[in-house]
């Protein structure tokens, strides 16, 4: 544990060390996120209905 602590001291040591810690995590969320915009279904844009009395309303009758 000693020398770990003395290897960690050392900020060429420690940076290497934290980006292999976090960058695993990092490519795996990239690669989900991708994968799940990749595919149209996923956050497809609904339709609203229109609001009673806009324009875009159907009017009845003409």
Do not use: C, H, W
Request: proline share 10%; glycine share 4%.
């Amino acid at each position: 544990m000693e020398a770990f602590k003395a290897d960690y001291a050392n900020p060429f040591y420690r940076l290497p060390m934290t980006f292999a810690e976090i960058f695993p995590v990092g490519v795996l969320v990239s690669l989900v996120s991708a994968a799940l915009l990749r595919n149209p279904r996923f956050l497809a844009q609904r339709r609203v209905a229109p609001r009673i009395g806009s324009a875009d309303a159907p009017t009845s009758g003409s």
